[in-house]
C-alpha cells in the first residue's frame, strides 16, 4: 500500500519539493497510489515516472516531458495529440506522418521552430502556423523572408533572429525591424552605434544591452539612458548602484539582475526588492533566500498563494534540495 510519509511527501509538498524532478517518486509510487486522484496531476508529469497502459492513470500522462513516439504507438488512445505537441521526443517526421490527428501547430511553432524550414513551409502551406515563433528559425534568413513575402513573417521578431547581424540591417532598410529588441542584441556593440549615428537606436534596449557598462554611460551622459534597462542590465553591480544612490534604479528590476545575489538583498532589506523577480528569474537564488521569502509571506493569506506558486515553479530549476521538515507546519 502507498507509504503514508510517502503520501504526505506528495500531498502537502507538492507546492514545495519539486514533484517533476524527484528522484524519489517512481513506478513504485504510482501503482501503490494510483487511486488517489491528484496523483495523475502530481506524480504522472514526472518524467522518471514510465509511461503505464493502466487506464486509471492515463490523463495527466500527457504532460510527461519524456514521452516518446513509441509510447504513443503502444498506447495511442491514451494520449491528446494537441498536448504532445510540444513534446521533445515527438519529431516533425512523425507529427507530417499522422496529420489526421489535432496536432496543435502554434504550439509547435513555439517549440519546435529550429526544426522548421522553408521547405516545410512551402509543403504545408494550409497548416495552421505561427509565423512569429517561425520568424526566429535560425532556418530563416533574409533572403527567405523576401523571397517568399507570401509568407505573414514577423519583422519584430526576426529582428531577434540569430541569421541577422548589423550588416544584415544596413543592407536591408525596407525591412520593418524592431529598433529595440535590436538595440537589445548581444552582436550588438556601442561601436556599432557610433559607427552609425544615423540608425534609430532604442536607448531602452541599449541599455539593457550586456555590451553596455557603467562606463560607457557615464562617458555619455547627454543619452537618453534608460535606467528600467540599466537595472537589468548584468554589468551593472550593487556595487555601481550604492556608489550612485542618486539616478532611479529600479529594485525590482534590480532583483532580476544577475550581478545581484541574496547578501545583497539581505544586508539591504530597506530597498523596494521584489522577492517574487528574485525568485523566478535571479541565478543567485539560495537555500537561504527561499527560505526567508517562504517565511516573509507564509503568513499573508492574501498573497501566500500566488507566492506558493511562485516556489514551486523555481524549484523545478534548482540544483539544491528543500528539506522535507521545512514546510512541515502551517501548511
Avoid at 509547435?108 to 512551402?122: E, F, R
Avoid at 556608489?243 to 532611479?248: A, F, G, L
Amino acid at each position: 500500500m502507498c507509504d503514508k510519509w510517502e503520501l504526505y511527501l506528495i500531498s502537502k509538498l507538492q507546492y514545495f519539493v519539486n514533484i517533476q524532478k524527484n528522484q524519489n517518486i517512481s513506478l513504485y509510487t504510482v501503482n501503490n497510489c494510483k487511486d488517489i486522484i491528484w496523483l495523475n496531476e502530481y506524480v504522472l508529469q514526472n518524467p522518471n515516472v514510465p509511461i503505464s497502459s493502466n487506464k486509471k492513470i492515463t490523463y495527466h500522462i500527457n504532460y510527461n516531458s519524456n514521452v516518446t513516439e513509441e509510447d504513443v504507438e503502444q498506447n495511442d488512445k491514451m494520449f491528446h495529440f494537441g498536448d504532445l505537441s510540444d513534446k521533445k521526443n515527438i519529431s516533425l517526421t512523425y507529427i507530417f506522418n499522422h496529420l489526421n490527428e489535432r496536432w496543435d501547430f502554434n504550439i509547435i511553432s513555439k517549440y519546435k521552430y529550429n526544426d522548421i524550414t522553408i521547405d516545410i513551409l512551402l509543403k504545408y502551406p494550409h497548416l495552421k502556423w505561427n509565423f512569429d515563433y517561425i520568424s526566429l528559425s535560425k532556418n530563416i534568413t533574409i533572403d527567405i523572408i523576401k523571397k517568399y513575402p507570401e509568407f505573414r513573417w514577423s519583422h519584430k521578431h526576426f529582428s531577434l533572429n540569430p541569421n541577422v547581424n548589423i550588416e544584415t540591417v544596413i543592407n536591408n532598410k525596407d525591412i520593418k525591424w524592431n529598433w529595440f529588441l535590436l538595440s537589445k542584441r548581444d552582436d550588438i556593440t556601442y561601436d556599432d552605434v557610433l559607427k552609425y549615428p544615423e540608425l534609430p537606436w532604442d536607448y531602452n534596449g541599449l541599455s539593457n544591452n550586456p555590451n553596455i557598462n557603467w562606463e560607457i554611460v557615464t562617458n555619455n551622459p547627454e543619452k537618453d539612458w534608460n535606467y528600467n534597462g540599466l537595472s537589468l542590465n548584468p554589468n551593472i553591480t550593487f556595487d555601481i548602484v550604492s556608489n550612485n544612490p542618486d539616478e532611479k534604479w529600479n529594485y525590482a528590476l534590480l532583483s532580476k539582475n544577475p550581478s545581484i545575489t541574496w547578501n545583497n538583498i539581505y544586508e539591504h532589506l530597506d530597498k523596494k526588492w521584489n522577492y517574487v523577480n528574485f525568485i523566478l528569474y535571479n541565478p543567485n537564488v539560495t537555500i537561504d533566500s527561499f527560505i526567508y521569502i517562504h517565511d516573509l509571506y507564509k503568513n499573508m493569506p492574501d498573497k501566500k498563494t500566488d507566492v506558493i506558486k511562485v516556489l514551486l515553479k523555481r524549484l523545478e530549476t534548482l540544483d539544491f534540495t528543500v528539506d522535507k521538515n521545512i514546510f512541515m507546519n502551517n501548511h
